[in-house]
């Protein structure tokens, strides 16, 4: 990539979060599967401008990596020198990173599949990404358990919740 196409990047990178500020929303399609079956490849997402301390755990938000804008969902918040910092990861993948608050975009508060518009700020929706949020949470400390019968008794009802959210977000949407 030479220099010219550094600037450009960053001005567009720059006039997002600008209209994002400006107009409490921006709209984007998704190119990516990372967030299926919530979030599928093609959908456009608005997302909402939000401060970072109103971010809750299983929140789809999005971000900046780099030069890229990534939509994940968030699966825990901590404090590191008294600064607030997320743990995020794709839902259909298994890396997960962190996310700083100078890079936060905003919240995903809805998406359009195929011209049908869909509320993530309900609270059915709520209390599904909170869900799937703390499963993401749990399954992270429960797989390094190592007392087998542990890990698989917590990881059947998990498994159960991912299964019915994942079934009503189907059926939803």
Not at 30 to 59: A, L, Q
Request: aromatic residues 8%.
């Amino acid at each position: 990539m030479d220099n010219r196409e550094s600037e450009l990047q960053l001005v567009i990178k720059e006039m997002r979060r600008e209209a994002c500020e400006k107009g409490g929303s921006l709209s984007f399609t998704i190119v990516s599967g990372s967030m299926s079956p919530v979030i599928r490849e093609g959908d456009v997402v608005k997302v909402t401008k939000v401060e970072p301390s109103r971010i809750r755990i299983g929140d789809i938000v999005a971000f900046y990596d780099g030069d890229r804008v990534v939509v994940h969902r968030v699966f825990g918040r901590s404090r590191v020198n008294d600064r607030l910092i997320f743990s995020q990861r794709g839902d259909a993948i298994g890396g997960s990173g962190v996310i700083r608050p100078q890079n936060l975009i905003g919240r995903v508060s809805s998406l359009n599949r195929g011209g049908r518009e869909i509320l993530l700020d309900t609270p059915w929706y709520n209390v599904t990404n909170t869900l799937l949020g703390w499963r993401m949470l749990l399954r992270r400390f429960t797989g390094s358990v190592r007392p087998r019968f542990l890990g698989s008794a917590l990881h059947q009802p998990l498994k159960l919740v991912w299964l019915l959210t994942r079934k009503v977000i189907f059926w939803r949407s």
